[in-house]
């Protein structure tokens, strides 16, 4: 028998020019069978601000899908318990709570949020949300929620209170200062008038 075996080395100068698009495909594939748009999942955003917004908000329907389900099966129960535990120990004085339990549903009404989906455009994503509050077909505390995540309530006090100090201070808060006056002529004809 001949104990001769040739050993051939790989090339490293040889370059796999369709290494990208068979990685970019089965992403694609995962993400699809997870719910979650190719862009969301390699965290690269390199399409229009449409399709990248489209991108995210596909995938915060699978996420607000599985937060509800782990708030409702998950935080909402350990809440409950604990809830339950605080007051029949005294620590926590909630009439009605352990001798009628529609009282103790509302007494343990919770509303879990979760961290905020992100802006693309925060610029054109505030004014929408401002635009929807104004048309009655959402809420402050909602958008806010949905933008960052957190407590509206805490975050507009927390305003209040630094409005006040601005106040006291002698400063003219943000929201306060008057915008320029802005003329309709358009400027090239400004410019031009300038010039003359």
């Known amino acids: 028998l001949d104990s001769k075996k040739d050993i051939s080395v790989a090339d490293p100068s040889r370059t796999d020019t369709g290494?990208?698009?068979?990685?970019?495909?089965?992403?694609?594939?995962?993400?699809?069978?997870?719910?979650?748009?190719?862009?969301?999942?390699?965290?690269?955003?390199?399409?229009?601000?449409?399709?990248?917004?489209?991108?995210?908000?596909?995938?915060?329907?699978?996420?607000?899908?599985?937060?509800?389900?782990f708030a409702a099966e998950f935080c909402q129960p350990v809440y409950e318990a604990f809830l339950f535990e605080m007051v029949y120990k005294g620590y926590i004085k909630a009439p009605?709570?352990?001798?009628?339990?529609?009282?103790?549903?509302?007494?343990?009404?919770?509303?879990?949020?979760?961290?905020?989906?992100?802006?693309?455009?925060?610029?054109?994503?505030?004014?929408?949300?401002?635009?929807?509050?104004?048309?009655?077909?959402?809420n402050h505390e909602d958008e806010f929620t949905l933008m960052y995540g957190g407590d509206w309530e805490s975050t507009f006090l927390r305003n209040v209170r630094e409005t006040e100090l601005i106040k006291q201070s002698g400063m003219t808060p943000?929201?306060?200062?008057?915008?320029?006056?802005?003329?309709s002529a358009p400027a090239d004809?400004?410019?031009?008038?300038?010039?003359?």
């Open 19 to 69: 290494f990208q698009a068979f990685f970019e495909s089965i992403v694609k594939q995962l993400g699809a069978s997870c719910e979650i748009p190719f862009e969301q999942l390699l965290l690269h955003f390199s399409a229009s601000y449409s399709a990248s917004r489209a991108a995210l908000l596909e995938a915060w329907k699978f996420y607000r899908k599985r937060r509800a389900n």
């Open 189 to 196: 004809s400004q410019n031009t008038k300038d010039e003359q």
């Open 96 to 138: 009605g709570f352990l001798e009628n339990p529609i009282i103790r549903q509302f007494w343990c009404k919770a509303k879990w949020g979760g961290s905020g989906q992100g802006q693309i455009d925060p610029l054109k994503e505030t004014q929408a949300a401002l635009d929807k509050i104004a048309g009655n077909l959402s």
């Open 174 to 183: 943000i929201g306060a200062q008057e915008k320029p006056a802005t003329s």
